[in-house]
C-alpha cells in the first residue's frame, strides 16, 4: 500500500501581512464556495486513480485556514476520509492565526479529527505585529491558546519571527519565554526572508523600516535554541523545535523524501519522481476542474533520475539536526554519500559547515548558523 501526506491550500485571508509572497487573497471571498468544491472534487478525482493509499499526514494550510467557515474545513477532511484509508494515528494539523478563530470553529476542527494546531503568533510584542501587518494582537493569541485547550488540543504550535524590522533582543526573549510559559508541544523560530515585490522590502528599500543587523539576529537565534533546548524541547530541524514525541510528522516526511499529494491553487505534490505543483491563480483553477479539465491544472517542476534524487535527499537530510543517515542513504541508494560527494563533503568539512562521525552527516554550530540565515543561498 503506498503511503501518502495529504497538503491542502486554502488561499485566503482576512488581510495580506507585508512579508508575505505567498499565494493568498484577502480580496477573493466570493471565490470560496467554488473553491472548496474545486478542492473537494480534485481529492475525489485523484482517489479514483489511487485506490490502494495510506494517508499518513494531512496539513491544511495557506493564506488562512481559520478564517473561512468551519464547515468548509470538516468538509474537506471528510472528502478525504471517504476516499482514502487513513492510518489509525494519522497526524491532521491546521494553520490557525488569532484574530480568525473562535471556540466554534476550533470545537469544529477537533471533532472533524484535526489533532494538531499551527497558531500563527511571530512576536509577542503588539507593535511589531502591526508593523508587519498581523491582523492580531499578543491577547488574540493567548486566548486562542486558552481555547484550544479547553476543547482538547493537546498538541499545538506557535510560529515565531526574528530578524524583523525593529526588533530587539528583548522581543525574542519575551516571547520565548512566554511560549515556554504556555507549555506548547512545538515552537518553529524562523528568520525573516524579505521577499521581492512584497510591501515590506519597498518599506525597507525606502529606509522606512530598517532590519537588525546579521549579529543581532544571529544572537537572537542562538537565544531561542539555548532557551528551548533548555527546557525540553528538542532541536530537530533549523527552524523547528518539539518536546518530545511531537515533532511535526508531517515536515519529517516531506524532509526525509517521503511522498505526499497537494491539493489547491499552487499545492505541490511529489510522487514517483515527480515534482508539480498546481496553477496559481484561482479563477482558472476553477474553471479547468468545472470543465474536467484536471490535466491543465498541473505543472511538471521536476523530473527526477537517481543522480537528482541523491542530490535532494543530502540537501533535505541536511535541514535535520540529525542530518543525513549513511546507513539509510546507502539502504536507499546503494552506495554511501563519502563515495558520492567526496568532493563536495571534503570543502564543506574544511569550511567548518558539516561534519561526519561515520554514522551521519550533518551541518555544524557554524553550518547551522549559515543555513538559518541564508539558507536558499546555502543549498
Known amino acids: 500500500m503506498k503511503e501518502l501526506g495529504i497538503y491542502i491550500h486554502i488561499p485566503f485571508c482576512k ?29 475525489e478525482r485523484y482517489a479514483q486513480g489511487n485506490k490502494n493509499v495510506l494517508v499518513k499526514t494531512i496539513y491544511i494550510g495557506g493564506g488562512t485556514p481559520s478564517y473561512i467557515k468551519e464547515k468548509y474545513i470538516k468538509e474537506l477532511i471528510e472528502t478525504i476520509k471517504k476516499n482514502f484509508e487513513i492510518f489509525s494515528n494519522a497526524e491532521i494539523t491546521i494553520e490557525v492565526n488569532p484574530g480568525t478563530v473562535n471556540r466554534r470553529k ?93 510591501p515590506l522590502e519597498k518599506k525597507i528599500d525606502s529606509g522606512e523600516l530598517k532590519l537588525p543587523d546579521e549579529e543581532i539576529e544571529r544572537y537572537m537565534y542562538w537565544f531561542a535554541k539555548r532557551k528551548l533546548e533548555e527546557n525540553g524541547y528538542l532541536h530537530y530541524e533549523i527552524s523547528n523545535f518539539a518536546r518530545p514525541m511531537f515533532r511535526s510528522r508531517h515536515n519529517m516526511d516531506c524532509w526525509n523524501q517521503k511522498e505526499y499529494k497537494g491539493f489547491g491553487v499552487s499545492a505541490s ?43 535532494e535527499y543530502m540537501l533535505l537530510g541536511l535541514r535535520k539536526i540529525t ?27 574544511e569550511e567548518g559547515l558539516i561534519e561526519s562521525n561515520g554514522l551521519s552527516i550533518r551541518l555544524t554550530k557554524k553550518g547551522l548558523d549559515l543555513a538559518n540565515l541564508v539558507w536558499e543561498e546555502f543549498v
Open 106 to 198: 476550533l470545537e469544529c476542527y477537533y471533532k472533524a479529527g484535526i489533532n494538531r494546531l499551527s497558531i500563527g503568533l511571530q512576536s509577542a510584542n503588539d507593535k511589531l505585529l502591526k508593523l508587519i501587518g498581523r491582523v492580531h494582537d499578543f491577547e488574540d493569541f493567548l486566548e486562542t491558546v486558552k481555547l484550544a485547550n479547553t476543547v482538547g488540543f493537546t498538541n499545538i504550535n506557535a510560529d515565531c519571527m526574528i530578524g524583523l524590522p525593529n526588533q530587539t533582543i528583548y522581543d525574542v526573549e519575551e516571547t520565548i519565554n512566554t511560549l515556554i510559559n504556555l507549555r506548547l508541544t512545538h515552537v518553529s523560530v524562523y528568520s525573516l526572508i524579505v521577499e521581492p515585490g512584497t
Open 15 to 43: 488581510s495580506k501581512c507585508l512579508y508575505c509572497d505567498f499565494n493568498s487573497y484577502a480580496n477573493k471571498d466570493s471565490c470560496i464556495d467554488g473553491y472548496i468544491k474545486s478542492v473537494k472534487r480534485e481529492i
Open 323 to 349: 542530518g543525513v543517515s549513511i546507513s539509510e542513504f546507502r539502504k536507499k541508494f546503494g552506495t554511501i554519500p563519502a563515495f558520492k560527494y567526496n568532493k563536495e563533503i571534503t570543502k564543506l568539512t
Open 269 to 311: 505534490s511529489y510522487e514517483n519522481r515527480v515534482r508539480y505543483t498546481n496553477i496559481s491563480n484561482i479563477e482558472q483553477y476553477i474553471k479547468n476542474i468545472e470543465e474536467e479539465k484536471f490535466e491543465e491544472n498541473y505543472i511538471v517542476e521536476e523530473k527526477q533520475d537517481r543522480e537528482a534524487m541523491m542530490k
